[in-house]
């Protein structure tokens, strides 16, 4: 009987691609958080946490990291056969990662003067997000995930309803939180008011502003936080730069950080 059970758990995979595995490691410090969840389903393959590694098919495939190579291009269509609903996790994942800056620059020329033996090295010119190369059922954001997003993005795909992962602004939780206004306060360039919520506003509590580590919410009005950024007197060099950091490649702030850099 308790043979059957077990077997009757999701299955759950984690994979890894061009990343840091802050993302995976985000999951293991779940610490009491993950029991229940390794009660709940039945960790197939994790090679950072553990040596099963058993084959597919998975209910549940998380996916951290952005496509680099050529064979990470052929592995995440495997992945994707495999895994009834596909995860991505962290902002490599959902937006090419702090690699993709390289997109805007010649690869060729960093192989060349990087390497001792560039022959050896074959890599894409761009690093890409998953949903760029196989259909995504969710984007998990951050850098790293925010753990209990996690948690509450697995109990609810096993239950089959809407994750509660909110879209709207940093602006939200930094009202939440009593934290004073930094661009009003200080003058401080921030990209809270475009950014996803899901850090509890760190950044701003310490008087710091927004690096969009999440990545850009719903509908980012990125014209109007632009106009703020010259108004507190930065160049489009500056807010180009602003705009190119961990999600340099989701397209809303890509968008907004090649138009600056034109002026």
């Known amino acids: 009987m308790n043979s059957e059970r077990k077997k009757k758990k999701p299955r759950v995979a984690v994979f890894k691609f061009a990343s840091c595995d802050g993302c995976q490691l985000s999951l293991l410090d779940a610490e009491d958080e993950l029991l229940a969840v390794a009660g709940a389903v039945e960790i197939a393959y994790f090679p950072e946490a553990s040596r099963a590694m058993l084959k597919g098919p998975y209910d549940i495939a998380l996916v951290e990291g952005s496509i680099t190579t050529h064979p990470d291009a052929e592995r995440i269509q495997q992945v994707r056969r495999q895994a009834r609903t596909l995860v991505t996790i962290g902002a490599c994942a959902t937006a090419g990662g702090i690699q993709a800056l390289r997109n805007w620059k010649d690869v060729a020329e960093f192989i060349r003067v990087v390497y001792p033996s560039p022959q050896f090295i074959s890599t894409l010119k761009l690093s890409t997000p998953i949903a760029e ?4 059922d969710f984007e998990l954001r951050g850098c790293p995930i925010n753990h209990y997003q996690l948690i509450e993005l697995i109990a609810a795909t096993l239950a089959g309803r809407k994750p509660n992962i909110p879209a709207y602004s940093v602006c939200l939780e930094c009202k939440r939180r009593g934290n004073v206004c930094v661009p009003v306060a200080h003058g401080t360039p921030c990209l809270g008011p475009v950014t996803q919520a899901g850090c509890g506003a ?25 106009s703020q950024f010259r108004i507190l007197g930065q160049s489009g060099q500056e807010i180009s730069r602003a705009f190119r950091s961990f999600n340099a490649w989701a397209w809303q702030f890509r968008k907004a950080s090649e138009e600056c850099e034109r002026t």
């Open 133 to 136: 190369h196989v259909p995504v």
């Open 202 to 226: 760190i950044c701003p509590a310490y008087d710091r502003g927004c690096y969009g580590c999440y990545g850009p919410m719903e509908s980012p009005n990125t014209a109007s936080l632009t």
